[in-house]
């Protein structure tokens, strides 16, 4: 079959209509007429000499040649998009601002507390946040990296593992005050932030089969952590999440027993792969582990150690240390 010469000027109009099934609603979206979607199209099909759409009224869906040539489509557009990006960074037009989308509570328990020693580190490369519970399309939506947490497949993207964070058991120093010394079995009697599912799953490793009522459930792990610390009840978390006011004292891990799936728990550096050698993402992602690694360093252990009568003073835990630091990168790649 002779190699086809597409207008590729009609591409990113075709997926556009692709995508919402309508000329209409798709000319309003590129800013062209009515008229001239229809055209590219059209245009589109006779080079190719097959439809891509059936018509269904006014919406138009993609049959069976059009899907195919949509994926490849997709994808040729999206490296464009990298491409012209890192030739805009390696002309310097770029390489003072770094776009990044992370969940709120890693941007909120992890990232913004170190904020400042970026600063320092690289005054000279700004950091605009996206914070979004939802996965964001990286090519479509003009980031350059993503702070993920997920067991590692995205498909058109490269990642570097950065640290598995198993859920650990964590309170008030009240709370700890008042577990000193008891069977984490019995935490079940006390009240407990999150779901319900996760709790019994731990109570599972406790050695004890039981159905949990938290008083409160969440979408976020960072006002989870916010409502364990003024004592609200126990959470389970993410151990990255909670270092920071472990080692400050308004949290305390209550147990040694961690629930921990690598591949759901994972922490990641995304990317697209044209930026793999620019610099500033170069030097965010060496920053990021570089603050990841100390952030682990000397967390407690799991064995509460507080007297009952002990106030614990601001900076420091009760508990007793280990050394740590950020896990290897391991398991299958992005």
């Keep these: 079959m002779p190699r086809l010469r597409l207008p590729l000027q009609t ?23 009515h008229s001239a979607v229809s055209q590219q199209i059209r245009l589109l099909e006779e080079q190719l000499g097959f439809p891509l759409f059936d018509r269904r009224g006014r919406r138009v869906v993609l049959n069976a040649a ?10 040729a557009l999206a490296q464009l998009d990298d491409g012209t990006r890192a030739a805009a960074a390696a002309t310097g037009g770029a390489e003072h601002h770094i776009r ?3 969940l709120p509570s890693f941007a909120q328990r992890w990232l913004l507390p170190r904020m400042g020693s970026w600063r320092e580190r690289h005054p000279d490369i700004g950091i605009e946040l996206h914070a979004s519970q ?3 399309d990286l090519q479509r939506e003009g980031f350059h990296a993503a702070l993920r947490q997920g067991n590692g497949h995205w498909r058109g993207l490269e990642a570097e593992r950065l640290l598995d964070s198993p859920l650990i058991a964590v309170g008030s120093p009240n709370a700890a005050r008042r577990l000193l010394g008891r069977d984490p079995a019995s935490f079940c009697d006390e009240p407990l932030l999150g779901h319900s599912g996760t709790w019994e799953q731990w109570f599972l490793l406790a050695g004890k089969r039981v159905r949990v009522n938290p008083v409160a ?6 006002l989870m952590l916010q409502a364990a610390e003024q004592d609200l009840g ?16 308004r949290l305390h891990r209550l147990s040694p027993i961690a629930l921990d799936d690598p591949e759901a728990y994972a922490y990641w550096f995304v990317y697209p792969p044209a930026l793999r050698d620019w610099p500033p993402l170069v030097a965010l992602g060496r920053w990021v582990k570089d603050e990841l690694a100390r952030s682990q360093a000397g967390l407690p252990d799991g064995t509460p150690v507080i007297a009952p009568e002990e106030t614990v003073p601001a900076g420091r835990t009760g508990s007793r240390s280990r050394a740590a630091s950020a896990a290897p990168a391991r398991g299958r790649g992005l």
């Design 66 to 75: 059009g899907s195919a040539l949509l994926e490849a489509v997709e994808r």
């Design 234 to 249: 126990l959470a389970l978390a993410r151990e990255v999440l909670a270092a920071d006011a472990m080692r400050a004292g």
């Design 11 to 33: 591409l990113p109009t075709f997926a556009t209509v692709a995508r919402l099934a309508n000329l209409r609603a798709a000319a309003d979206e590129l800013h062209l007429s």
């Design 217 to 222: 459930a969440f979408n976020d792990a960072g």
């Design 134 to 136: 939802q996965i964001v």
């Design 100 to 102: 990044l989308t992370l």
